[in-house]
């Protein structure tokens, strides 16, 4: 077998625990069953970290998946919900705030819905899968949050 790059024990940490939350902390269970451990240390800070990147990042894409629903719902119309909606990307994106990836105008978006309403319902559709992966890394990062420590 060919020689294998060494990970540094912080990355490998970080990582594997956001792959643990991601698995509802099966990770853990299946490196055990395996024989293995990788040299993962649970209670470092690195992995605890991790723990938390995890829960953070679903949280974050729960939120905003949540407050597009809303804002697009009480909008005054589909203008204001694309307005609302370009924003939120916006504010979303933090250090990218300025890309205008995905930023659409209303012109744009009445040629691709046809109607005003249309543009409406659809600012406040977020990427289902996207949001699975979300609710999947909330709920694994609260069950996993817990250093596997003894």
Known sequence: MADLP???GPILDFTTAIADSASF??????RQA????????RCS???????WASFGL????M?????????????????AAMTFRNGLKRVMRGP????NYRIKTYEDL???YGTDEAIQAAAGRTNQTVNAVGANLTGGGSVNITCGCP
């Open 63 to 79: 939120v905003y998946a949540g407050i597009a629903k809303v804002g697009a719902a009480i909008a005054m119309n589909g203008a």
């Open 110 to 112: 009445l040629n691709k």
């Open 34 to 41: 395996m024989g293995i451990d990788g040299g993962v240390n």
């Open 6 to 8: 060494i990970i540094p």
């Open 45 to 51: 800070k690195a992995y605890l970290a991790g723990e």
């Open 58 to 61: 679903g949280a974050g894409r």
């Open 96 to 99: 990218l705030a300025g890309s």
């Open 25 to 30: 902390g099966l990770g853990p269970l299946a």
